[in-house]
């Protein structure tokens, strides 16, 4: 996947910008849009395989690269009336949606559930799980287990939230003319996302398979409240409240839409900050000198509260967290947010100026 990007003063040129950190929102909306990924209801497990990792590359001098919108659609096929996981709830009497929806004692459990130490509840009870990006995967659960659902997640290398939600599912897979409205099961559902999880994601209320109407409830969120990890090299991670917001160094950006390759995960920075000097060391300007990248903010930038993609802003010097003060804009009527901001710095930074080595200056 190509990255967004927006360069300054790549070979020597500066650029006088009045706000050089503003986010490039009108690249960010040219970016591929974040993958998202509905969990299936007919099976007990669901790990997606494993994908090659996000290529990075310098920002160059071409454009950001525009790329329709991959989301993952699944064909929707008549069932065969082969009984489907047996389930772990209890089914309310009648067996309707009905009473699914208004059953006190599935709704109890969700708010009675415990918040596992280290995360943070994002929201509790809500009648739809979530559509979101990094999709790691599913486990159907014994029970509404939270702390067994965060363990999940913690064994789960890139794993970042969770949503556990009770689902009304059919028996068998229905089928038009055979068994269109089979008897129901309930479920315990645990997904897992290399992405912090926000409210507005909850949109999966259901779907209908033939007759048999599928509905959730009881769904919990929670993110990890614990900073990314370590990156070899780099100090850090610094917690900041928003952005940088630098009066100057800023060298340019480069944003990676959340996929199935792309979670929140600043390596990925760390990753454009390297590549970025080592094009920079070899396209010094004619004194030789060129910008290496000793500093980034790593953020997830949202639109109207769904977390679009990792933003990373690159610098030639490192900035205090004082400087983190850059919460969102808005690009017409839509809002786009900062969460989970970082910054990490270049344990060895060359000295300044640096010299590209092998480089003769030219002749001035």
């Known amino acids: 996947m190509r990255s967004a990007f927006l360069a300054f003063g790549l070979i020597g040129t500066a650029l006088a910008l009045p706000r050089p950190q503003e986010i490039d929102l009108d690249g960010v909306a040219a970016a591929a849009d974040p993958v998202i990924i509905t969990p299936p209801y007919d099976v007990a497990s669901n790990l997606p395989s494993i994908l090659t990792t996000t290529s990075v590359a310098p920002i160059a001098t071409d454009g950001p690269d525009s790329r329709k919108r991959s989301d993952i659609v699944v064909e929707k096929r008549d069932g065969t009336c082969a009984p489907l996981p047996t389930g772990s ?9 009905a009473a699914f ?12 559930a415990p918040t596992p130490y280290g995360y943070a509840s994002v929201f ?3 009648a739809a799980s979530v559509n979101a990006p990094n999709y790691m995967g599913l486990h159907t ?3 509404f287990d939270t702390l067994g659902c965060a363990n999940l997640c913690d ?4 794993c970042t939230a969770f949503n556990i939600y009770i689902e009304r599912d059919p028996s068998v897979s229905p089928n038009s003319i055979n068994c269109p409205n089979p008897p129901s099961v309930t479920n315990f559902k645990c997904t897992l996302y290399g992405t912090p999880l926000t409210s507005d994601e909850a949109k999966n ?16 969120a929670y993110n990890k409240n614990t900073p990314p990890p370590a990156i070899s090299g780099f100090t850090g991670p610094v917690e900041l409240g928003g952005a940088i917001n630098a009066p100057n160094s800023y060298m340019g950006y480069q944003f990676f839409p959340f996929s199935q390759t792309q979670g929140f995960d600043p390596t990925t920075c760390a990753s454009a900050c390297t590549a970025q000097t080592t094009y920079d060391e070899n396209h010094p300007n004619p004194d030789c000198s060129y910008q290496p990248c000793i500093f980034f903010n790593a953020y997830v930038l ?6 679009q993609g990792l933003y ?7 900035w205090a967290p004082s400087y983190g003060t850059n919460y969102g804009q808005y690009r017409g009527s839509d809002r786009y947010t900062v969460s989970d901001s970082y910054s990490y710095s270049l344990m060895s930074p060359p000295s300044q100026p640096a010299l590209s080595p092998g480089c003769t200056p030219s002749a001035s």
């Open 89 to 97: 709830g209890p089914v309310p009497s009648p067996d309707t949606v």
């Open 101 to 112: 929806q208004s059953d006190p004692d599935l709704q109890a459990l969700a708010t009675n």
């Open 155 to 158: 064994r789960a290398s890139g």
């Open 312 to 318: 990373c802003s690159m610098y030639n010097a490192t």
């Open 302 to 307: 949202s639109e109207d509260g769904i977390p």
């Open 205 to 220: 209320t259901g779907q209908y398979r033939d007759s048999f109407q599928i509905v959730i409830v009881g769904s919990n």
């Open 141 to 143: 659960v014994t029970s």
């Open 124 to 126: 509790t009870n809500l």
